[in-house]
């Protein structure tokens, strides 16, 4: 590479994406060329890099320093696969993730996992130590995709940097640690296989004739949840590398497959849009179709605003992100019911004292008992949707709310 690709006036770091440098072989003697250009320069911001399917990767660097790296094809995978090996105490639940996010009076942009680390250090919940070990391995990470992409166009963004920073991680160590890597990678005869993807057995019967029955089972056990070679070699105390030579012989005649996955829901998402008001938000969780359309009747005739949700398992998700002043919450849903959403509900502080209001068509006391014993407001019967003791329980526990 050569580093007059780049415009290093003072006034034109901005490279536009249709003219980014190419750069055909990545390698680490290039990688380390392009990142000690910026140190000389001072560089603070993004340094984008995309492959050529259209991959992309974030660095954010503060004076040529690294200061975290994110993208690729699972950066939510790869910052809760590193947390949970840095920061055990820490939880990676993607519901708790946004209550705290929304909380967060920090802006990060998108980088919400840095915001995250950060908020946890600024809380003394991890120590600043422990949380460039997460940065540091997602650098690491980063840096090996982006190796075994061999190509890539570079493009430059001034001032899109951290506003915070607890660690400034020297590009040349991280490089030379991922170059130990990959060269261990290829002289296993590797590169060609991203620890990114899944293996699947994919010849049931000619593997189950082919080894042994304890080996079959073991084999199936490990690989029947569907994790990527690196989530399965953190599970079994392995590097990644023996996994995949262990798994190689079954790769190589057929019998398992690697495959692509998807990356994990990120916890920042759009919200569905809601007019501009200062009326009460009330959400509705009921996979029923008909609920939904006669609380919206009710609800909206009344001035409020109101949100309906179907599908039990986003719910909780989207209630985080909207955070409505009182939930309507259902009791028999596909997948789950009403106490379990009502129980994770309580244990997210942003819902402590939001009222939650069970609706069922079994109005009995078991019922009852059980979902106070969850947190549970109230308790309203659905079999037919009446105005007034809907309107009622809104008018009562929101004044509850409101003098507390």
């Not at 200062?278 to 919206?296: F, R, Y």
């Amino acid at each position: 590479m050569n580093s007059s690709l780049l415009d290093t006036s003072a006034n034109a770091l901005v490279v536009r994406r249709n003219d980014a440098p190419l750069i055909r072989d990545f390698n680490a003697s290039n990688q380390a060329e392009l990142f000690a250009t910026l140190k000389q320069l001072q560089f603070g911001g993004q340094l984008v890099l995309t492959d050529c399917i259209g991959r992309e990767w974030a660095f954010y660097l503060h004076r040529g320093f690294i200061v975290y790296a994110t993208g690729g094809d699972h950066p939510v995978r790869r910052w809760k696969r590193n947390s949970a090996i840095y920061l055990p105490q820490q939880s990676t639940d993607i519901a708790a993730l946004q209550c705290e996010l929304a909380n967060s009076t920090d802006d990060f942009g998108s980088c919400w996992q840095y915001q995250l680390l950060w908020l946890w250090v600024e809380q003394q919940h991890v120590t600043a130590e422990q949380a460039a070990r997460v940065v540091w391995s997602d650098i690491v990470e980063v840096l090996f995709d982006i190796t075994q992409a061999t190509q890539v166009n570079c493009e430059l963004k001034p001032n899109h940097s951290l506003p915070k920073r607890f660690v400034l991680i020297d590009a040349g160590q991280a490089i030379a640690e991922v170059d130990r890597l990959w060269q261990a990678w290829k002289a296993a005869k590797m590169a060609e296989y991203s620890p990114n993807k899944v293996p699947v057995i994919c010849e049931t019967e000619d593997l189950r004739q082919r080894i042994s029955a304890s080996a079959y089972q073991m084999l199936s056990q490990l690989l029947e949840r569907q994790q990527t070679l690196r989530e399965i070699a953190l599970e079994m105390k392995r590097d990644v590398l023996t996994l995949l030579r262990s798994l190689l012989p079954y790769i190589q005649s057929g019998l398992v497959e690697l495959r692509n996955t998807a990356d994990l829901p990120t916890p920042l998402f759009s919200s569905p849009a809601l007019p501009e008001t200062e009326e009460p938000l009330i959400a509705c969780v009921d996979d029923s179709p008909w609920v939904a359309k006669e609380m919206e009747k009710i609800l909206t005739a009344a001035n409020y605003r109101f949100v309906g949700l179907n599908d039990p398992l986003r719910a909780i998700g989207v209630l985080v992100a909207l955070k409505p002043d009182m939930i309507f919450l259902d009791l028999m849903m596909p997948n789950t019911n009403g106490y379990e959403i009502c129980g994770r509900l309580r244990k997210l502080t942003c819902f402590h004292y939001t009222p939650i209001v069970i609706l069922t068509g079994n109005d009995g006391v078991i019922d009852r008992v059980r979902a106070k014993m969850v947190g549970s407001t109230d308790f309203l019967s659905k079999v037919t949707v009446d105005a007034k003791q809907v309107l009622g329980a809104i008018d009562k526990h929101l004044k509850q709310i409101n003098l507390t």
